[in-house]
């Protein structure tokens, strides 16, 4: 269906360490996965992306990767900052609409 | 990427009053956007598809009598929230699609009295 389950809800890493973030979805028909990075007060921006007809992307020091069989797709962030500290949320499209999962709160201790 | 505006960024209003939010694509036309709503520390859930030209297609869940959207050209849509409660004050946030991409306008605070 329509919904899009995350974990976990929230996170916390020492900086330099691993970060990651996975989200599972039911339907079959979703071929768009995009990720997406909220700081408090702020729009989401879009971080990565991931289409179905590839299992994996990389862009510096963020990834996703893209399981459809299994239907699930995560993000991963190495090399953590605090600067990456924020809320992720992971979406999928439905339709011509995004569904987002309920989000992630990534602490990145120094 | 698509760019996308909103005013205002902050509203506050008194219960029972009604307040315009403008959403604008500024480099694009677009025939479609859409309306979020994110309540503190929650995900965003969406409200309506704006269509130009024709009537919003609202969420399961979401009045229509009570969150009017006007897309009456092809840059601007609008949001009303009539009647404003408390329960109303939230994040409101536009967005446009350009192929797969959402872009999103900053967002318009409301607070409701």
């Known amino acids: 269906g329509e919904n899009v389950e995350q974990h976990p809800s929230t996170l916390s890493v020492q900086e330099g360490d691993s970060a990651v973030i996975k989200c599972t979805y039911s339907?079959?028909?979703?071929?768009?996965f995009p990720w997406y990075k909220q700081e408090l007060g702020k729009r989401p921006q879009l971080i990565i992306d991931?289409?179905?007809?590839?299992g994996e992307k990389k862009d510096q020091r963020i990834a996703v990767t893209l399981n459809k069989t299994a239907k699930h797709f995560s993000l991963h962030i190495t090399e953590t900052q605090p600067e990456d500290s924020a809320v992720y949320f992971c979406?999928?499209?439905?339709?011509?609409?995004?569904?987002f999962g309920a989000g992630t709160i990534l602490r990145v201790k120094s | 990427g698509a760019v996308v505006s909103q005013h205002p960024s902050w509203v506050i209003c008194k219960s029972g009053t009604s307040v315009k939010i403008e959403c604008r694509s500024l480099?694009?036309?677009?025939?479609?956007m859409f309306w979020y709503r994110q309540f503190p520390k929650q995900s965003l859930m969406l409200m309506a598809t704006?269509?130009?030209?024709?009537?919003?297609?609202?969420e399961q869940g979401v009045e229509k009598d009570k969150f009017l959207i006007n897309h009456a050209s092809l840059t601007l849509s609008t949001l009303t929230v009539t009647s404003a409660h408390p329960e109303d004050s939230s994040f409101y946030i536009c967005?446009?699609?350009?192929?797969?991409?959402?872009?999103f306008g900053p967002g318009t605070r409301l607070t409701v009295l």
């Open positions: 979406a999928k499209e439905y339709g011509n609409k995004l569904v």
């Open positions: 480099d694009f036309q677009a025939t479609t």
């Open positions: 704006s269509n130009e030209g024709s009537k919003a297609t609202y």
């Open positions: 967005s446009r699609r350009v192929r797969d991409e959402q872009f």
């Open positions: 991931i289409r179905s007809n590839v």
């Open positions: 339907d079959s028909a979703s071929n768009y």
